[in-house]
């Protein structure tokens, strides 16, 4: 059945009437004892405080999960650790001033007697009810492009995953088999309806944070183990900005406010959230970057480095479905901005809305087969978009849209005495937004586009299996190195090979059979 666009469905759940800025929770009708609703209300509708809860957690540890080891191959392990703690503490800050203009704009748009059954609150139309159409503009071109290419990262990771279960297909030949799996989450009408979805996304990325911390623990540390990190500022801010993007998955945290039946719950929702994956990203990364140290800097997804064992299929497996999912969390939003801009939003029918949504998925399908880079794209999209999107707009809207004493005095939600209150939130934002301006931008954008470079000089774009390993040589066959030997061939950064790493671990010739195997293909 479908579902209106908010989640509601129209014939089972509508609010009550309720004074301004009030927000009760949909009550079900005589038909709710019905097995049928029973059921659709425990896998399918929900709205509640631990639905959010759910939604935030899995949303925000997804593939990301397996690129935190290589991250701290380039940071070193006490900074590793540090900017984890950081980011996620600044992370559920921004989350929570979101919250705060949602229910502020909702709370002045329903004094207006607004009705917002049929429409779901985006981000930037809580910026254009706040600040206007010029923040709206700045927020809906930042936010659509971060989940773009947040989509696009969720179907690397399937093509770069799937494969080390099944290496008969190149990672680019999975590419095109995930993207039609992908594309299948046209069919589910908003956050409302991610219940189980994101309930099993989370149990999903619990098993295999654990076993990637157990695995490592259990193979113990590689022979001449080496923890060089952090020897570039180069690597060091690439590494610190894919923390940074692990912890700004908050893109999407309106959507998921204005799905629950009682939105001013949500409150410190995300810091508990954060809390949690901390508890999974902590002792994963730390672990397998015990045991395999600088090996990761030329292995961007941690499970190319653990033997393969029925334990880390599964891990694959879960994650693979996981990956799915979280392309659904970053493109529903991407999804309503389509359907308001073709006047389909509000159309009851699952079928129209799911084929008319179908066009946003080609290009993610595109610009996962052009860039196929996974890691480093994480720490680009991190320094370029999520700096923007989840960290300073947030901060500097909140400061704009409370800078009088006027809008202070009368706002819904008033901080909290422990942060001190206006005075100390003003301070909180100023060094959000300078701190992330500076380091995240600033340094980072430099260090991750450098290295995103160098992975397109070094592997081409539409590249067909990235980070694959070399075929075996036939018996007698020569090293195909290149005209002049070795003494001609450029070493590039992190991600490919010896990056960061001292002689006595230099690149094997195997490394250079396949770097020139991907160039004698013309990817």
Same mark, same amino acid.
């Given at each position: 059945?479908?579902?209106? *666009? ?465 075929? *075996? ?51």
């Amino acid at each position: 059945m479908a579902s209106a *666009p908010n989640g509601s469905l129209a014939d089972e759940k509508a609010p009550e009437a309720v004074g301004v800025g009030r927000y009760v929770e949909m009550e079900q009708d005589g038909d709710s004892n019905t097995v049928k609703s029973r059921l659709s209300g425990m896998l399918w509708h929900g709205g509640s405080a631990y639905d959010a809860w759910f939604s935030c957690a899995s949303n925000q540890v997804a593939q990301v999960l397996l690129t935190l080891p290589y991250s701290f191959s380039q940071l070193g392990m006490l900074s590793g650790i540090l900017f984890q703690l950081f980011y996620g503490l600044m992370g559920s800050w921004t989350a929570y001033l979101i919250s705060i203009l949602y229910v502020e704009y909702r709370t002045r748009k329903e004094r207006e007697k607004a009705d917002f059954r049929n429409h779901v609150i985006q981000w930037f139309e809580v910026l254009d009810g706040l600040l206007g159409r010029h923040w709206r503009n700045v927020g809906l071109a930042f936010n659509c492009t971060f989940l773009l290419f947040g989509s696009v990262i969720q179907l690397i990771a399937c093509a770069s995953n799937i494969y080390y279960i099944n290496d008969k297909l190149d990672k680019r030949t999975w590419t095109y088999i995930f993207g039609a799996c992908c594309a299948t989450t046209v069919f589910i009408p908003s956050f409302h309806n991610y219940r189980i979805w994101s309930f099993l996304g989370l149990v999903m990325t619990t098993y295999t944070a654990w076993y990637l911390a157990i695995a490592s623990l259990i193979h113990g540390q590689v022979d001449g183990v080496k923890h060089s990190g952090p020897t570039k500022m180069m690597l060091y801010f690439t590494g610190a900005t894919n923390i940074l993007y692990t912890f700004g998955g908050h893109a999407v945290t309106v959507e998921i406010m204005h799905a629950m039946w009682r939105p001013q719950k949500f409150k410190a929702i995300y810091l508990m959230a954060t809390i949690y994956v901390l508890t999974l990203t902590l002792p994963s990364a730390a672990s397998v970057y015990w045991a395999f140290g600088d090996q990761l800097l030329t292995h961007s997804n941690a499970l190319a480095l653990l033997p393969r064992t029925a334990f880390r299929d599964a891990a694959v497996v879960l994650m693979l479905v996981h990956q799915i999912i979280t392309f659904g969390f970053a493109c529903t939003p991407l999804y309503f901005v389509w359907e308001k801009l073709i006047g389909l939003h509000d159309c009851r029918s699952l079928c129209k809305r799911a084929a008319a949504r179908l066009p946003i998925v080609v290009p993610i399908w595109f610009l996962a087969i052009i860039f196929p880079f996974f890691g480093p794209i994480n720490s680009a999209v991190g320094s370029l978009l999520v700096s923007f999107t989840v960290y300073i707009i947030p901060a500097l809207a909140h400061v704009i849209t409370f800078r009088s004493a006027s809008a202070r005095e009368n706002a819904v939600k008033a901080p909290p005495r422990f942060v001190g209150r206006w005075t100390g939130t003003f301070i909180i934002n100023a060094f959000v937004v300078a701190w992330v301006l500076v380091v995240g931008f600033g340094f980072g954008g430099w260090a991750s586009m450098t290295n995103f470079v160098h992975q397109i000089d070094t592997f081409g774009l539409f590249t067909k299996c990235y980070q694959c390993p070399p075929p *075996p040589l036939a018996p007698g066959a020569s090293l195909p190195f290149p005209p002049g030997g070795l003494s001609n061939i450029t070493m590039p950064f992190n991600g490919t090979a010896g990056a960061g790493l001292p002689p006595a671990q230099a690149p094997s010739p195997s490394h250079f059979v396949h770097r020139h195997r991907h160039h004698s293909h013309g990817l």
